[in-house]
Protein backbone atom coordinates (compact mmCIF):
# COMPACT_ATOMS: atom_id res chain seq x y z
CA UNK A 1 0.00 0.00 0.00
CA UNK A 2 2.73 2.55 1.00
CA UNK A 3 4.63 1.94 -2.35
CA UNK A 4 1.08 2.41 -4.51
CA UNK A 5 0.88 6.02 -2.37
CA UNK A 6 4.34 6.70 -3.19
CA UNK A 7 3.93 5.89 -6.94
CA UNK A 8 0.57 7.90 -6.92
CA UNK A 9 2.42 10.81 -5.07
CA UNK A 10 5.33 10.90 -8.36
CA UNK A 11 2.93 10.58 -11.02
CA UNK A 12 1.20 13.62 -9.68
CA UNK A 13 4.46 15.28 -8.76
CA UNK A 14 5.44 14.70 -12.66
CA UNK A 15 2.06 15.66 -14.01
CA UNK A 16 2.28 18.84 -12.13
CA UNK A 17 5.43 19.36 -13.88
CA UNK A 18 4.48 18.32 -17.39
CA UNK A 19 1.38 20.67 -17.74
CA UNK A 20 2.68 23.92 -16.82
CA UNK A 21 -0.46 26.20 -18.29
CA UNK A 22 -1.46 29.83 -18.37
CA UNK A 23 -5.04 30.60 -18.79
CA UNK A 24 -4.79 34.39 -19.49
CA UNK A 25 -5.46 35.80 -16.32
CA UNK A 26 -1.88 35.67 -14.56
CA UNK A 27 -2.27 32.84 -12.37
CA UNK A 28 -0.11 30.98 -12.95
CA UNK A 29 3.25 31.89 -14.29
CA UNK A 30 4.64 29.21 -16.71
CA UNK A 31 2.64 27.91 -20.05
CA UNK A 32 1.94 24.25 -21.40
CA UNK A 33 4.73 23.40 -24.11
CA UNK A 34 2.88 20.62 -25.37
CA UNK A 35 -0.16 23.86 -26.60
CA UNK A 36 2.71 26.08 -27.37
CA UNK A 37 4.78 23.65 -29.88
CA UNK A 38 2.47 23.97 -32.84
CA UNK A 39 2.24 26.08 -35.95
CA UNK A 40 0.68 29.40 -35.19
CA UNK A 41 -0.88 32.20 -37.72
CA UNK A 42 -1.50 35.77 -36.87
CA UNK A 43 -5.43 36.24 -37.21
CA UNK A 44 -4.80 39.87 -37.33
CA UNK A 45 -8.35 40.47 -38.09
CA UNK A 46 -9.30 38.83 -34.33
CA UNK A 47 -7.17 42.17 -32.75
CA UNK A 48 -9.13 45.08 -31.09
CA UNK A 49 -8.01 48.20 -33.17
CA UNK A 50 -5.05 49.63 -30.77
CA UNK A 51 -4.16 47.00 -29.26
CA UNK A 52 -0.58 45.69 -28.41
CA UNK A 53 -1.33 41.97 -28.07
CA UNK A 54 -0.91 39.53 -31.46
CA UNK A 55 -3.25 36.92 -31.88
CA UNK A 56 -2.56 33.53 -33.47
CA UNK A 57 -4.35 30.98 -33.96
CA UNK A 58 -3.40 27.20 -35.56
CA UNK A 59 -2.66 26.56 -38.77
CA UNK A 60 -5.66 24.87 -39.62
CA UNK A 61 -7.97 26.42 -37.31
CA UNK A 62 -9.90 28.35 -40.06
CA UNK A 63 -8.91 29.38 -43.46
CA UNK A 64 -7.50 32.92 -43.15
CA UNK A 65 -8.75 36.03 -45.56
CA UNK A 66 -6.35 36.59 -48.80
CA UNK A 67 -3.35 38.82 -46.95
CA UNK A 68 0.19 40.37 -48.51
CA UNK A 69 1.77 38.76 -45.24
CA UNK A 70 0.74 37.07 -42.34
CA UNK A 71 3.12 35.97 -39.54
CA UNK A 72 3.74 31.97 -38.84
CA UNK A 73 5.72 30.95 -36.36
CA UNK A 74 6.64 27.01 -35.66
CA UNK A 75 7.36 25.81 -32.25
CA UNK A 76 9.31 22.56 -31.87
CA UNK A 77 9.79 21.36 -28.47
CA UNK A 78 13.15 21.04 -28.78
CA UNK A 79 13.57 25.09 -28.80
CA UNK A 80 13.99 25.22 -32.47
CA UNK A 81 11.61 27.26 -34.26
CA UNK A 82 10.81 28.21 -38.22
CA UNK A 83 9.05 31.67 -38.62
CA UNK A 84 7.67 33.12 -42.20
CA UNK A 85 10.08 35.76 -43.66
CA UNK A 86 8.94 38.94 -45.98
CA UNK A 87 11.90 38.93 -48.18
CA UNK A 88 12.19 42.35 -49.91
CA UNK A 89 11.90 41.11 -53.06
CA UNK A 90 7.83 40.10 -51.29
CA UNK A 91 8.84 36.58 -51.43
CA UNK A 92 7.34 34.39 -48.88
CA UNK A 93 9.43 31.74 -46.50
CA UNK A 94 9.96 29.76 -43.58
CA UNK A 95 13.51 30.27 -41.95
CA UNK A 96 15.20 28.44 -38.52
CA UNK A 97 15.09 30.20 -35.27
CA UNK A 98 15.40 29.36 -32.16
CA UNK A 99 12.80 29.95 -28.79
CA UNK A 100 12.91 29.77 -25.30
CA UNK A 101 10.94 30.82 -22.22
CA UNK A 102 12.33 33.41 -20.35
CA UNK A 103 14.07 31.96 -16.96
CA UNK A 104 13.02 34.05 -14.11
CA UNK A 105 9.67 34.62 -16.07
CA UNK A 106 7.99 32.08 -17.85
CA UNK A 107 5.11 33.50 -19.36
CA UNK A 108 7.97 35.83 -21.74
CA UNK A 109 8.75 33.60 -24.82
CA UNK A 110 12.45 34.89 -26.68
CA UNK A 111 12.59 33.99 -30.29
CA UNK A 112 15.51 34.34 -31.97
CA UNK A 113 15.21 35.08 -35.68
CA UNK A 114 18.60 35.77 -38.25
CA UNK A 115 20.34 38.81 -36.18
CA UNK A 116 17.15 39.54 -34.14
CA UNK A 117 16.02 38.82 -31.14
CA UNK A 118 12.26 39.46 -30.21
CA UNK A 119 10.62 39.25 -26.28
CA UNK A 120 7.01 38.79 -26.10
CA UNK A 121 5.14 37.94 -22.76
CA UNK A 122 2.26 35.46 -23.55
CA UNK A 123 -1.11 36.51 -21.95
CA UNK A 124 -3.36 34.05 -23.47
CA UNK A 125 -2.55 30.27 -24.64
CA UNK A 126 -4.51 26.94 -25.37
CA UNK A 127 -5.04 24.60 -28.33
CA UNK A 128 -6.67 27.36 -30.29
CA UNK A 129 -5.02 30.37 -29.69
CA UNK A 130 -1.93 32.44 -28.79
CA UNK A 131 -2.13 35.89 -27.38
CA UNK A 132 1.51 37.35 -27.46
CA UNK A 133 2.14 40.98 -26.71
CA UNK A 134 5.67 42.44 -27.61
CA UNK A 135 8.04 43.79 -25.12
CA UNK A 136 10.80 44.66 -27.12
CA UNK A 137 13.72 43.58 -29.50
CA UNK A 138 17.24 42.81 -28.04
Known amino acids: MRLISYSFFCSILLFSACSLKTNGDDSSTDINLEELTQHWVHSYEEEPQGSDVSVYRPHDYKEFPPSR ?70
Do not use: S
Not at 78 to 91: E, S, V
Not at 104 to 119: A, G, N, W, Y
Open 69 to 138: FRMQYIFEADGYCTWFYLAPDDGHHFRPGKWQLDAQDHKVIIIEQDDEILRYRITELNKEVLRMQLLGKI
